[in-house]
């Protein structure tokens, strides 16, 4: 079982910059960002692959989310740049052992408890 730790997110207003950052207790195969807005379901954001490298990013981010890691810390940081008020949710961080990138939550046995990203028009 990977602890997930979850830290960032706030308010921001719409065209700004916020941070996230996900502590793992260990490497996990991949790690992911998912969100829920108010009424709608959870849907991923972007995930890692730990080893591999190779990344995924919902359409709906790409060119403005960004994820870096810290190996040694296993921490995932998403830059999230030009907020939009679409992009308001609770951020989920989730991690899977297995080595490959799904887009599915239900693919994903570790979760964070969530932070708030609230984006003002």
């Known amino acids: 079982q990977v602890q997930l730790v979850e830290s960032g997110g706030g308010l921001v207003q719409a065209g700004g910059s916020l941070s996230l950052s996900c502590a793992a207790s260990s490497a996990p195969g991949v790690m992911a960002w998912f969100r829920q807005a108010p009424g709608k379901v959870r849907e991923i954001v972007s995930a890692i692959g730990w080893l591999a490298g190779n990344s995924y990013y919902a359409p709906s981010v790409k060119g403005r989310f960004t994820m870096s890691r810290d190996n040694a810390k296993n921490t995932l940081n998403l830059q999230m740049n030009n907020l939009i008020p679409e992009d308001t949710a609770v951020y989920y961080c989730?991690?899977?052992?297995?080595?490959?990138?799904?887009?599915?939550?239900?693919?994903?046995?570790?979760w964070g408890r969530g932070t708030q990203v609230t984006v003002s028009s």
């Open positions: 989730a991690a899977r052992d297995n080595g490959r990138i799904i887009i599915l939550e239900r693919g994903y046995e570790n």
